[in-house]
């Protein structure tokens, strides 16, 4: 195993090895250059598929079942518990990882992990978190799809699940919260959002910078709060006009030999821009509110996608993120107790 | 009068002499442009800031009180009707305009339309419907903001208006409708887009493609369906991530003197583009579901930008778009009594 002695070593890595839409190749190089960091991964997969044998630091466990995208997720997940995500999930519960990673179905990744992992306590929902690459600086989203909907003391929570994973993560000592809205005006957008604005405004420990539009990433907050519908429309909207723009760059500057060379002299600076905007490079979404940390990465990883979302979940563990999450809830008074009524049954909920 | 005789004459728009960003000399810039087109123009605002005295085509009606961009729209619009977009919305009533503009406060031009002009028969609610230039051809998005929630019975009924325009209007004959969600499968979205999603697709008339992701801009669909709060959001982040592109092309344009030649050579090429996707160019939205065209142009328009709008308004009155959106609407059994139940008072409906 590389990295040294016990004491210095890293962590280790559940990876499901199925559901990487460049597939079993790109996922097996992505484990492989995650290990070379000397991550030490146990990837439930098909060993035959993954040729992973003899690698220092990886172990494949034979596994044939996998939840594909098109499943319903929560039936697909209660009712497999041989399907690949779901072992991994396991597998942190049990010990034998200290965190899951997988670039399969986002929906079954997250329903794995919030069944098969122990909520924090005091987290009424856990929150899909993920990193925007943005030029002027990353910005962390949350929710992108763990609920399609968020009453007003959800996205309140999500707005401390936030901030605390930017402190514990992301090293931001006083991360800036806004509230994707559709106005800059307190009183703009749904009835839930207008509640959250109120209860942010006035809370203690908090910089709220208030209702956040899309026009407004030129210079945005460090933590954007939204419901998981409207942040994953967001999300994969950006990814949208980012590579309409790019194609159309491209099929401009092959429109005459002026324009050509133009388009031969930018291309480092296009190039390391759409990196910059890359999905990949960041690894995928983290689900907050649980006591291990469970990466989504992104469906159409490449291998080196798949390495970072599995050095994310090796880096949460590292820093202690899921308990210095509920640490720094506590301290802020916004767990589920302190921020009061929840009238609705919490299904998920750990007993 | 410039346009010919009277069987020719081109519409009359009432005009919102406040709330332009770029201020009064880009409105009457604006007013100006649309007159030299042959459209008669009532503007509602302050002759001394306009100076269009003698301009032929143009009548400033004396204004002086106006709604402020950050005053609560309701209530405003409901207590001032001496303001200059409520009596534009007059002025339409009355049968002196055939058409309102404004690119002042968007939420009270709504209100103001909706309060003020008549609704369609069957309609249950407006819905604000922005065009968007893509390269690949125009997308036309609603609602965008005039409510911020919607139930499924509403999104359906947005589907259907949005499809009649895209035909009336627009030239689209058999406009393809899609569904904007958090997932391609019909079970993702929220309870309103997930019931919307069954009805549209046993649609009789209706080309429903289906739930359409913000990633799927490329080749995207002639009308895109959505709640207000999520268009208007949706819309903002598409601006806003090409307002950021564009700005990290400039700076890394003026990186090196390679890159810099580069950015000069290619200069047209991101000057059109930025065109093509400039709001302005457009015209603004339009309120669909009323008896007349109202249109809301950009706040931050230019005379270019103010023309498009009362251009826009116009052509909705010369293709007698809201009588043909009617028929349509009737024609595909999805006015508000063909669609069934809708059990919430609707407190705007016309009596």
Redesign the interface.
């Known amino acids: 195993v590389p990295g040294g002695d016990s004491t210095s070593a890293r962590p280790t890595v559940a990876l499901d090895g199925f559901g990487a839409e460049s597939g079993f190749d790109a996922l097996a190089a992505g484990a492989r250059l995650a290990a070379a960091d000397g991550i030490r991964l146990r990837v439930f997969g098909s060993p035959g598929e993954l040729s992973l044998d003899g690698v220092a630091g990886i172990e494949v466990i034979p596994t044939a079942e996998w939840i594909r995208q098109?499943e319903?997720p929560i039936p697909a997940v209660r009712s497999h518990a041989e399907a690949s995500v779901v072992r991994a999930a396991a597998d942190v519960h049990s010990g034998d990882s200290d965190a899951m990673a997988s670039v399969g179905s986002t929906?079954a990744t997250m329903a794995a992990a919030t069944f098969g992992l122990r909520r924090l306590a005091g987290v009424k929902r856990p929150a899909l978190a993920a990193l925007i690459p943005?030029?002027?600086g990353p910005v962390l989203i949350l929710d992108v799809?763990a609920s399609?909907?968020a009453r007003g003391q959800h996205l309140i929570q999500f707005a401390f699940l936030g901030a605390a994973f930017s402190t514990a993560v992301l090293d931001v000592a006083n991360p800036r919260v806004g509230l994707?809205?559709?106005?800059a005006?307190s009183?703009k957008?749904?009835?839930a959002?207008v509640e959250a604005h109120q209860a942010l405004a006035e809370a203690p420990g908090m910089d709220f910078v208030g209702n956040v539009?899309?026009?407004?990433?030129?210079g945005p907050p460090d933590v954007l709060v939204?419901d998981?519908?409207?942040g994953?429309?967001?999300?994969?909207?950006?990814?949208?006009?980012?590579?309409?723009?790019g194609?159309?760059?491209r099929?401009?500057?092959r429109?005459n030999p002026?324009?050509a060379?133009?388009?031969?002299?930018?291309r480092?600076?296009?190039t390391?821009?759409r990196d910059?905007?890359d999905p990949n490079a960041t690894g995928g979404a983290v689900l907050l509110g649980l006591r291990q940390p469970a990466v989504v990465g992104h469906g159409a990883s490449d291998a080196e996608g798949v390495a970072n979302a599995v050095r994310l979940a090796a880096r949460c563990v590292e820093l202690d993120a899921p308990r210095r999450t509920g640490e720094l809830l506590r301290s802020a008074n916004a767990t589920r107790g302190q921020l009061g009524g929840d009238s609705a049954p919490d299904l998920t909920a750990e007993a």
């Open positions: 098109e319903d929906g943005l030029p002027s799809g399609v909907e994707l809205s559709n106005g005006e009183s957008g749904t009835p959002v539009e899309g026009t407004d990433l030129v939204t998981g519908f409207t994953n429309v967001t999300l994969k909207t950006m990814e949208g006009t980012a590579k309409l723009i194609n159309a760059i099929g401009a500057a429109s002026l324009t060379v133009g388009g031969l002299l930018m480092p600076t296009l390391s821009l910059e905007l």
